[in-house]
């Protein structure tokens, strides 16, 4: 059943964000992700590096649910970013889309895992 659950939101991330790149005509992105200023990359690896520690310094945070929940925080930097530097080419609203989809995943993942 869980495994189901995760296979459907999975197909529905991949249907829903190709109906967005083809709505909003969203240019596809070159490769990784490339940071606009040097505060954005510095905040960006913070967060990287603060949810890696979480589970060494508690050990019984269960990994597997909080990392949805990094997933959100990176997706809303990248968002912001790319909303403050780049807003014409509309691809802060893909990050804003991966920070929902992040945080219904992080929910789901609490609620069937926990």
């Given at each position: ?7 459907i ?5 991949i ?31 913070v ?68």
């Amino acid at each position: 059943m869980r495994v189901i659950v995760l296979l459907i939101m999975l197909s529905l991330w991949i249907m829903l964000r190709f109906f967005l790149k083809t709505k909003l005509q969203i240019s596809k992105k070159n490769g990784g992700y490339k940071h606009e200023r040097k505060e954005f990359a510095v905040l960006f690896y913070v967060v990287i590096a603060v949810g890696a520690l979480v589970p060494l310094i508690y050990p019984t945070v269960n990994f597997f649910l909080l990392f949805p929940f990094i997933g959100v925080l990176v997706n809303l930097l990248f968002s912001v970013e790319q909303w403050i530097y780049k807003r014409d080419s509309k691809r802060h609203l893909f990050y804003l889309f991966d920070a929902a989809h992040w945080l219904v995943f992080g929910m789901t993942a609490f609620l069937f895992f926990a």
